[in-house]
């Protein structure tokens, strides 16, 4: 599959825009801070920080165009030319907001919980599956593995993945 910059961006820009909304309309949030463009965040993969009644929590938003496969995909390798690390991997957020934007389904993930359980997996267990992207005259190639939801809904421990219709 190929992407364009533009295209994945926009996706990105209305998945973050649809959560903030979504969390400030929730009774229990105090504030919402969009830190995408924050440098002190950038390694740490953190998008969002909700403060809630119940405490602080960093969020890493996850847009996906996808919904008809019923998958999750988990980033393994987010430009795999330059052998960077696929966000899922090293993710500092408290949770994955992992965002379908043409339903508007949203999917908060535990972390780490999520992740250790995927590398608990057997590794062909999961399809690998790549994009490209273009930038420019140059493209870079995300890969990750397609996760079925029900799978992941059904196996994680500790905190379950919980499900919003926005």
């Given at each position: 599959m190929r992407y364009n910059i533009n295209d994945s961006n926009q996706v990105a820009k209305q998945a973050s825009h649809d959560i903030e909304v979504w969390l400030r309309s929730l009774a229990q949030t105090i504030t919402v801070v969009n830190v995408e463009h924050d440098r002190a965040y950038w390694n740490r993969d953190i998008d969002l920080i909700l403060t809630t009644d119940k405490g602080v929590f960093n969020l890493e938003v996850k847009g996906d165009r996808w919904h008809k496969s019923g998958n999750f995909f988990f980033e393994t390798h987010s430009n795999q030319e330059r052998g960077t690390p696929g966000c899922f991997l090293y993710t500092e957020a408290d949770w994955i907001c992992y965002y379908f934007v043409v339903t508007r389904i949203l999917y908060l993930l535990p972390m780490p919980e999520t992740r250790d359980w995927f590398l608990g997996c057997e590794t062909g267990r999961f399809q690998e599956k790549s994009t490209t992207?273009?930038?420019?005259?140059?493209?870079?190639?995300?890969?990750?593995?397609?996760?079925?939801?029900?799978?992941?809904?059904?196996?994680?421990?500790?905190?379950?993945?919980r499900k919003f219709q926005l």
């Open positions: 992207t273009q930038v420019g005259d140059t493209f870079y190639t995300t890969v990750g593995r397609l996760v079925p939801i029900k799978v992941a809904k059904s196996e994680v421990g500790g905190r379950k993945i």
